[in-house]
Nanobody
Framework: QLQLVESGGGLVQPGGSLRLSCAASGFTLERYAIGWFRQVPGKEREGISCLRTSDSSTSYAESMKGRATISRNNAKNTVYLQIDSLEPEDTAVYYC????????????????????WGQGTPVTVSS
């Protein structure tokens, strides 16, 4: 059974940074493209980043370009999302998920292309 567990969320001041972790169990994470999403209550889930296994290429939503970095540690079976220059608008629950297309994810980072969702880790950006 594919399981993903997110961690690393919390309260951070505007301008600060966080590194979110997505740990996999039950499967070898490097065989799957992994996406990061976030959701604010009452709004749709937003795809913010994806890391492919075919060529290790990445995609980022416009809201994340220049301040987010997605990476993978195969030895730890974990994918990370580093977000810098956090703003109050980044407050959300952050989720990771594995692509249903295995090694591939679209540059549009669509929720429908992902499954095996984690439970999410909340991030609050506030002074």
């Amino acid at each position: 059974q594919l399981q993903l567990v997110e961690s690393g969320g919390g309260l951070v001041q505007p301008g600060g940074s966080l590194r979110l972790s997505c740990a996999a169990s039950g499967f070898t994470l490097e065989r799957y493209a992994i996406g990061w999403f976030r959701q604010v209550p009452g709004k749709e889930r937003e795809g913010i980043s994806c890391l492919r296994t075919s060529d290790s290429s990445t995609s980022y939503a416009e809201s994340m370009k220049g301040r987010a970095t997605i990476s993978r540690n195969n030895a730890k079976n974990t994918v990370y999302l580093q977000i810098d220059s956090l703003e109050p608008e980044d407050t959300a629950v952050y989720y990771c998920a594995a692509s249903v297309w295995y090694y591939y994810c679209s540059g549009y980072i669509l929720e429908a292309d992902f499954g095996s969702w984690g439970q999410g880790t909340p991030v609050t950006v506030s002074s």
